[in-house]
Structures are given as C-alpha cells and as structure tokens.
C-alpha cells in the first residue's frame, strides 16, 4: 500500500499570504489528523478528522483551518500567515479512532 | 489530559552498545503509548505501540518498549545500536478512545563509530 502522501513538500510564503496543504491518506484509512512541528514547541496536536467530520482541534487560533473529503483526503488552510506560522506541518492517518497513526513526510512551510 | 516526558534531550552511543531511551507519562485515563522515529528532513515513522496485552513490545530495527503502569513509564531499548540508527526519537500516548497524539519533546540519539 502507499503510504501518506503530502503535497507540496516545500513552500515558501510571504507574510499575510494564505496557504492550502494536502494530505492524501494510506487507502482504507478514515481518520486524518494534522500536526505542527517547530523547534521550539516540538509537535503540537492541530485537528483531527474522521469521516469528513472534525472530531477533535488543537490549540491554535482560527487562522488555522482544515477539512476532509469524502475520498478521506484532507486540507489544511493557514490565512493571514505570520512568521510563526514557519514549521513542518504533517499530516497522519489511521484506520479509525482507536488505531495507530502512519505520518506522510511533511510539508516544510516557511514564511518570510 | 495526558502529558508526556522523554527524560534525555540528546544520548550519545558509541556503536554496538546498549541503549536506553527514556519516557513517563501522566494521565488519568487509559492511554495507548507509541514510540516514532525521525530521520532528518522526513515524517515520522513508527517503531512500536503498546494497546494491551504483554507489556514487553518489540517493534522494527531490533527496537524494544516495556510499558510499566506503576512507574507510568514506557522505555525503550535497543541491545546494539548502529550508526544509522542516529535519529530523533519520539513517545507519544492517546487516549484509548482515540484522537490526537500528545507527543514528548524527543531524543536526539548521536550513534558513533
């Protein structure tokens, strides 16, 4: 099976832009959940969606926002972006709630 | 809500030894616990998770987790180590009902030759 696929890997954005993320999941996999990773906070919890439904959110403001289709791919949407904003965002699926999550490589934002 | 700690920010091996890498948890409720690996510039990969059952978890790469409910603990093990197993390591717990992944701030593990 292929695993998690996240598009584009790379992306650089000027401040106040907006940006849009994908994560395709593992095929058969429902649950897709969506994580920053910056060095000074290390990994920090954004959503999680399950069948097209956003079950749980992380503590972030609402710039930040995503959604799930019904084919389970999922976006995540970054609006008026600041500096902060400059982290690896990744994406991971699972079978259902209750089960491990697989990660897909990351999509390497930075913002200027 | 659940918090975890990895006790050591950066372990330094030399190749062929043992090695720990060290996680607590707390948390009020039952949690499932997982161990990632981080390879420079990619995603996570998991090594091993506990769900239940035995408490000694073997996973990939000869890697092995012993989840200890009184001590809250879930270490992780490997009898030998090699240089490419020189990564960024990551525990993480759930709740059993599922969602989001609390994440420790990880372990560099420096392997040398």
């Known amino acids: 099976k292929a695993g998690v696929t996240q598009t584009p890997r790379y992306l650089i954005k000027t401040r106040g832009q907006q940006v849009t993320l994908s994560c395709s999941p593992i095929?058969?996999?429902?649950?897709v959940s969506w994580y920053q990773q910056t060095p000074g906070q290390g990994l920090q919890f954004l959503f999680e969606?399950?069948?097209?439904?956003?079950?749980n959110k992380g503590n972030f403001p609402g710039r930040f926002s995503g959604r799930q289709f019904s084919n389970s791919r999922s976006e995540m949407n970054v609006s008026t972006l600041e500096l902060g904003d400059s982290a690896l965002y990744l994406c991971a699926s699972s079978q259902g709630r209750s089960y491990e999550q697989y990660f897909g490589p990351g999509t390497r934002l930075t913002v200027t | 809500a659940q918090s975890v700690t990895q006790l050591d920010s950066q372990v330094p091996v030399f190749e062929e030894a043992p090695v720990e890498l060290r996680c607590n948890y707390s948390s009020s409720v039952s949690v499932y616990l997982f161990w990632y690996v981080q390879y420079p510039n990619q995603g996570l990969q998991l090594l091993l998770k506990?769900?239940?059952?035995?408490?000694l978890v073997k996973g990939i790469n000869g890697f092995e987790a012993e989840f200890n409910k009184s001590q809250t603990s879930f270490h992780l093990r490997k009898p030998s180590v090699h240089i490419s197993d020189t990564a960024e390591y990551f525990c993480?717990?759930?709740?059993?009902?599922?969602?989001?992944?609390?994440f420790g701030q990880g372990t560099e593990l420096s392997v040398k030759p």
């Open positions: 095929s058969g996999h429902r649950s």
């Open positions: 993480a717990v759930s709740r059993v009902e599922g969602g989001k992944l609390i």
């Open positions: 969606y399950f069948s097209e439904t956003q079950r």
């Open positions: 506990y769900l239940s059952g035995s408490t």
